[in-house]
């Protein structure tokens, strides 16, 4: 019997980014379509940033979870078309980034405060970070260092 | 010349740009001047190799002869490589660097903006991809050139040779070419020519703010995109960047 597509969604809500743990696959926007085609289920995935190194262990974390849950015939098609932005953050992810201290991405180019003091009073160190979706910030007020997610 | 031989050059040409260049700037990880900047540099290098993946991938579909973005990338030799010679001039300093940086990175955006409207899909979704990471680069590389250039009498005198060193590299990015007209005429590629002046005023407008002067002198050296004549560095280059794949073929990891 196939597994509802609801059903898959919310697996894929269970297989966390692999460089940022705290949020999902689901959460960070990349799971673009789930949908049977005839007896394959095929699942399209877009990067976030094109060289993002996580990309191929994305593909393969999505993989081994359905395959667990036992879908055996299945493809993942990567679509670079729309491109990924920042604004496919799910609500949920937003604020799981910013209880684990990173800075959810925000239109007006920078962080809205300082994730652990909430001080407003924070300055970019660099553009960019630990990982290609990050940027480099710091806190005036406690003075801590904290990552933006860059808004894209 | 036919259009689809044409269209494999012109995307060769992409694909080699990102490479070399991604290549080059990796060349700096570990060794940045800071630690910040080491980060930095690394992730645009990251990017540029994201982006010749997809264009050196769709080069090999076109082709039609089997071969992946990895052979094209490890397995030609320095002639069959399409790149602007800009891209492979050697790092130099971090100033060097950067100028070279910049002076890519906006004709780079002006390439890509042109190419989102391409007739070919393919080209306009890798291209939309693109612009918005070289739209990250540019105002990094623009900010760096203009703190470096309006900065230390070290600094600015570094900056001033370093785009008395690149600018005559510069022409080559407008020079059209036989492909390049064929991909203006087929609606894949926007008209070189018509890059020129938005690039002019782009430029002049960070090295104004950045302090430098732009030299007179319009010669341009010629022959990387081509493949004619590209300069000693390449060769060198390639020698480090594809001898894993040339030693143990078929290597992965």
């Known amino acids: 019997m196939k597994p509802e597509v609801e059903e898959i969604w919310r697996w894929l809500d269970a297989v966390p980014d692999p460089e940022i743990p705290v949020i999902s696959v689901v959460d960070l926007g990349i799971v673009r379509d789930v949908a049977w085609q005839g007896e394959t289920l095929e699942v399209a995935v877009t990067p976030t940033y094109s060289g993002c190194p996580a990309t191929t262990v994305i593909s393969l974390d999505i993989e081994t979870a359905l395959r667990d849950r036992g879908v055996k015939d299945l493809r993942i098609r990567t679509q670079i078309s729309p491109p990924w932005t920042s604004e496919w953050l799910s609500d949920k992810g937003r604020a799981r980034l910013l209880e684990c201290g990173i800075a959810p991405p925000r239109a007006a180019g920078g962080p809205e405060h300082c994730p652990r003091c909430r001080s407003t009073d924070v300055v970019r160190v660099s553009q960019f970070g630990s990982t290609p979706c990050k940027a480099h910030w710091r806190c005036k007020d406690c003075l801590e260092p904290f990552d933006y997610f860059k808004c894209i | ?240 960047m594809q001898w894993l794949q040339r030693a143990y073929p078929g290597a992965a990891w």
């Open chain 2, 1 to 240: 010349m036919e259009r689809d031989a044409a269209y494999f050059e012109f995307l060769c040409r992409m694909g080699d740009n990102a490479l070399v260049l991604g290549h080059r700037v990796s060349e700096w990880c570990g060794m940045g001047p800071v630690l910040e900047e080491d980060i930095a540099l690394a992730n645009i290098a990251l990017d540029l190799i994201g982006q010749t993946q997809m264009w050196l991938g769709l080069a090999g579909e076109v082709e039609g002869k089997g071969r992946s973005a990895d052979d094209l990338a490890m397995l030609r030799d320095v002639w069959d490589f399409r790149n602007l010679l800009l891209v492979e001039q050697p790092n130099g300093d971090f100033g060097q660097t950067m100028m070279r940086q910049f002076l890519f990175d906006a004709w780079h955006l002006a390439m890509l903006r042109g190419l989102e409207q391409s007739s070919e899909p393919r080209v306009a979704e890798i291209a939309a991809k693109a612009v918005k990471e070289i739209t990250y680069h540019v105002e990094r590389s623009a900010d760096t050139v203009i703190g470096l250039g309006d900065g230390t009498t070290e600094s600015h005198a570094r900056m001033q040779n370093a785009l008395d060193l690149l600018w005559p590299y510069v022409g080559e990015m407008f020079a059209a070419d036989a492909v390049d007209e064929m991909m203006a005429a087929e609606g894949i590629a926007p008209d070189l020519a018509a890059l020129r002046q938005g690039y002019d005023g782009e430029v002049a407008r960070v090295m104004k703010a950045a302090t430098l002067s732009i030299p007179e002198s319009g010669f341009a050296h010629k022959g990387g995109k081509s493949g004619f004549q590209h300069s000693e560095h390449l060769g060198h280059m390639l020698t480090q």
